[in-house]
Nanobody, 124 residues
């Protein structure tokens, strides 16, 4: 079992930055790839970013490429998502997820464990 707990969300104005954290416990953190997804009201959950077990490989959705950055600290069992230049369309609940296949999949179904989510609201 893996437990994932996100934090760092909030209500911010457009243009500012936030850093989301996802703390993991349970099975060895470095044994799985990590992803971030988001879900806006009335929309399907969508891929945001993913990072490999070692942190050496990352993948991003086109909509956030160049603005968001994913990273991980295997010593602290934490994965981060740095959100820069936030826009109102980034408003969503952000979820972290664990993938034991070390595949940087964009499909939610490929991930084995999920956190409860953290709300990010960006006002214009």
């Amino acid at each position: 079992q893996v437990q994932l707990v996100e934090s760092g969300g909030g209500l911010v104005q457009a243009g500012v930055s936030l850093r989301l954290s996802c703390a993991a416990s349970g099975r060895s953190f470095s044994s799985y790839a990590m992803g971030w997804f988001r879900q806006a009201p009335g929309k399907e959950r969508e891929f945001v970013a993913a990072v490999s077990r070692s942190g050496g490989t990352t993948s991003y959705a086109d909509s956030v490429k160049g603005r968001f950055a994913i990273s991980r600290d295997n010593a602290k069992n934490v994965v981060y998502l740095q959100l820069n230049t936030l826009q109102p369309e980034d408003t969503a609940v952000y979820y972290c997820a664990a993938n034991f296949e070390n595949v940087l999949s964009v499909r939610a179904a490929a991930y084995d464990y999920w956190g409860q989510g953290t709300q990010v609201t960006v006002s214009s």
